[in-house]
Nanobody, 124 residues
Framework: QVQLVESGGGLVQPGGSLRLSCAASGSIFSINAMGWYRQAPGRQRDLVAVITSGGSTNYADSVKGRFTISRNNAKNTVHLQMNSLLPEDTAVYYC??????????????????WGQGTQVTVSS
């Protein structure tokens, strides 16, 4: 089993910053990508940012230039630095891990795990 433990959510004023962290532990095989998704009330869960084991990144258009994803492969941790936060960034943020028990390279994956979610609220 794999556990993802998230931290760093909270309440922040518009224009402020938050840093989310996620640590993966357990029986982990060949993580190919780690990322963050978010879900606002009444909306679907959407990609925020993802980073591969090779360091390639992909961001949602709405967060480009404001959010930065980083990863420590040795520690199986992923971080999301969020700057210039807007009220529309308010959502539950979920950590995601995808990998392959058979060593298949990204974008292939045959397992996926989700964190429990952490609330981010941007409000004055």
């Amino acid at each position: 089993q794999v556990q993802l433990v998230e931290s760093g959510g909270g309440l922040v004023q518009p224009g402020g910053s938050l840093r989310l962290s996620c640590a993966a532990s357990g029986s982990i095989f060949s993580i190919n990508a780690m990322g963050w998704y978010r879900q606002a009330p009444g909306r679907q869960r959407d990609l925020v940012a993802v980073i591969t084991s090779g360091g390639s990144t992909n961001y949602a258009d709405s967060v480009k230039g404001r959010f930065t994803i980083s990863r420590n492969n040795a520690k199986n941790t992923v971080h999301l630095q969020m700057n210039s936060l807007l009220p529309e960034d308010t959502a539950v943020y979920y950590c995601n891990v995808r990998g392959s028990k058979y060593g298949s390279p990204w974008p292939r994956y045959d397992y996926e795990y989700w964190g429990q979610g952490t609330q981010v609220t941007v409000s004055s």
